[in-house]
C-alpha cells in the first residue's frame, strides 16, 4: 500500500467538499488503487491546522467552510494554527484565485516544490499569472504538477488532449468553458431575459458569485483555454496574448434575431493554428444546431479538439459544482500515484 | 530515445494505414515522446515479412492492404514469408475479428505475451471471446495490454473511465458505439428509407459491409460495451451474459412515428448498476432531444458516463474510419511508453 500524506490549502466550499470525497472515497481508494491518502495539514487564511498522525476529516468534512472552522478545530483540539506545516507528499492548492498576481496559490506551490512535493492545483492564478516559473521550479525540484482542476474540473479537458489524442496533431480547440456564463445565456436565449436579469437569477441561486466580472467578461474562460493552449498547442501565451470579450454587452435584441435564426449565442473559448501561429480568442459566437457544442446549455461546459488522424472530438458534461471540482482534484490525485 | 521494435498483425485497411501513420508521425513522436518506433515485422494470411533493421514502410504505407502485398514486398526484397518473427517489443494486432472463437487474435496474443511482448490490439475479438486468459497470460509474463481500438477507437472511452473519471463511482454508462448502424438509424430517420434500403445505402458508400451482421445484429455495440464494462464495471461477463437486439426489425413505420413524438432511434449500448447487480443490454431505444446523445447522427459514435462525484460526462466524434482505428493504436503505443 502506498501512503500519501496530503496538505490542502484553502478550506472553502471546494476545499472543504475535497476533504468530504476523502472522507467518503478513502476505503475503495486503498482497494481500487492500492493507495492511502492522508490529510495532514489544512490551511487557511490564519494559518494551518497539522497533525502527522491525519486529521479527523469527519469533523473537517462536515464544518462550514472558512478559516473560522480551522480556528475552531484548533481550539477544539487544543492545537495553535501555524504558519507552515510538517513533512508531506503532495500539495492540493484550492484557495480562491487572483488572476493578476496568481497569489497566494503561486506561494503555495512555489513552497510545496521547494519542500520536494507534488501538487495538484483546483486554483489557475498561479498558472495563469507565472506559467513559466510554476513549471520551471517543478522541474529543478523533481516533482510534478497537475492542474484539472484548474482547466474545467469534472469536464475532462487535459486529459483527452493529452492523452486520448496523443500522437494526433490538434489543429484547434473550440470550448464553452465556463458553466455560470452558459447558464445566463441559455436564460436569455430560452426565456428573453436580459444580461441583467439573467445574471440576478445566477447570482440568486447561486450559480453567479456577487462579484461575477471573472466569468462575465470572459476572463474565467480564457484562463482556460490559456492553460489548455499552453499545454496542448505548445504556446506559451499570458492574457495579454488574447482576445477577450465578455458577455456582458449581449442585448436582448441580439439574443431574440439570433433566436429567429435558430442558432444560439455561447461564449466560445477558441485556440487555433493560422498560419504557423495559435491565435487565441473568447468571445460571444453564434451557433447553429449542427455545432458540436450545441447543445451543451445551462450550467454544462463543453469541448472540441479538433484534430488530423481523429477528426472532431468533443466532450460535455461533468458537473460544474464544488464537488466536481474536488472530484477533479481527487482524480489528479489518483492519477499521480496510482500503480495500474 | 526509447527505442521499441513493432511487429503487426493484419495488413488490411487498418494495419495499411497503422503503417502509413507511422510513416507521417515518426519524426513528431520522436520530438513529443522521447520514443522512436520501427517496423520489424508484419504478419497476413500467409506469413510474416520481417526485417531487424526496420521494413521499408514508404513502400508498405502506399501498398494495397490484403496479404499479397506482404508477399509481393518479401519478393520485391528477396526474402521468404515466414512463420514466425524476431525479438520484438510490442505487437499490434488488427487482423480480422472473430468474436466466436477469438482467433486469429487470440493466438497472435498470446504467443506474443510468451515472447514478453506488450500488445496492442485494435481487434476485439480475443478479448470478447476469452478475456480472463488473455489478461491472466498478460500477468503471468509481466507485460502490457490496450485496445482503445477495440472500444470504439478514436473515440475516447476506456481513457476517459479509467483517468479521467479515476475516483469517481462510474454507475452507468450508454453508448451510440457502431457508426455503421447509427449512420442506417440517421438515414432512416432522416429521409424515411426502410431498413434495406438504408442499409444498400451504407454498403454502396463502403460504410457496411457485405455482411453486415455484426453490425446491424448489435454483436459489434455489445461487444465495445461488455469490453468497456469488464473494464470499468468489474463484471467478468460474456457475450451470452448480456441482452442483444440489432436494429434490423425496425419498421419505416416506428421510424415514422418516433419522428412525429420528436425522438429518435438509436441503438443505446447501456451497462447499468441496480441492485447490486450489472446489467447490459443493447437494443434501439427511442431519445428524446434532451438526451446527451441526441446530436451524435451519421456515422458519429458517443458514450455517456454516469458517475457519483462528477454528474454526466459525454464524449463523442472521432473518426470513425481505418484513420481513426489506426490512430487509436497509435495512442495506445504512445501511452505504453511515453516518459512525460
Do not use: W
Request: contains cysteine.
Amino acid at each position: 500500500m502506498r501512503k500519501k500524506n496530503i496538505v490542502l490549502t484553502g478550506f472553502g466550499a471546494v476545499g472543504r467538499e475535497f476533504i468530504h470525497l476523502l472522507r467518503e472515497k478513502s476505503e475503495i481508494i486503498k482497494e481500487n488503487y492500492n493507495l492511502e491518502l492522508r490529510l495532514v495539514a489544512v490551511g487557511g487564511r490564519d494559518g494551518f491546522i497539522c497533525s502527522d498522525e491525519g486529521l479527523n476529516i469527519d469533523i473537517l468534512s462536515e464544518a462550514e467552510p472558512g478559516s473560522k472552522s480551522l480556528a475552531d478545530y484548533a481550539h477544539d483540539f487544543r492545537m495553535s494554527l501555524t504558519n507552515s506545516y510538517g513533512k508531506a507528499d503532495v500539495l492540493v492548492e484550492a484557495t480562491p484565485t487572483d488572476v493578476e498576481s496568481g497569489e497566494p496559490g503561486f506561494t503555495n506551490i512555489i513552497t510545496a516544490f521547494s519542500n520536494r512535493m507534488d501538487v495538484v492545483t483546483i486554483s489557475k492564478g498561479a498558472l495563469v499569472a507565472r506559467y513559466d516559473t510554476v513549471f520551471e521550479v517543478a522541474k529543478a525540484n523533481k516533482v510534478r504538477l497537475k492542474y484539472s482542476g484548474a482547466t474545467a474540473a469534472a469536464l475532462p479537458t487535459k486529459d483527452i488532449g493529452e492523452i486520448s489524442l496523443a500522437g494526433s496533431e490538434i489543429v484547434g480547440i473550440e470550448g464553452i468553458l465556463n458553466g455560470t456564463t452558459n447558464y445566463i445565456l441559455t436564460r436569455m436565449h430560452e426565456e428573453g431575459l436580459s444580461f441583467e436579469e439573467a445574471l440576478r437569477t445566477a447570482q440568486q441561486k447561486g450559480i453567479a458569485e456577487t462579484n461575477s466580472d471573472l466569468d462575465v467578461k470572459g476572463i474565467d474562460s480564457a484562463c482556460k483555454i490559456l492553460l489548455l493552449s499552453n499545454d496542448l498547442l505548445g504556446t506559451r501565451y499570458s492574457l495579454k496574448d488574447l482576445s477577450i470579450q465578455g458577455i456582458d454587452r449581449l442585448t436582448k435584441e441580439q439574443m431574440a434575431e439570433s433566436k429567429r435564426r435558430g442558432t444560439k449565442f455561447k461564449l466560445l473559448a477558441k485556440a487555433y493554428k493560422q498560419d504557423g501561429k495559435v491565435h487565441i480568442n473568447i468571445a460571444p459566437a453564434e451557433i447553429g444546431p449542427g455545432h458540436m457544442l450545441a447543445a451543451v446549455d445551462g450550467t454544462n461546459k463543453g469541448i472540441v479538439f479538433h484534430t488530423d488522424t481523429m477528426g472532431a472530438v468533443c466532450a460535455f458534461g461533468g458537473s460544474s459544482s464544488p464537488r466536481g471540482a474536488a472530484a477533479a482534484a481527487l482524480k489528479d490525485l489518483i492519477n499521480l500515484y496510482r500503480d495500474n
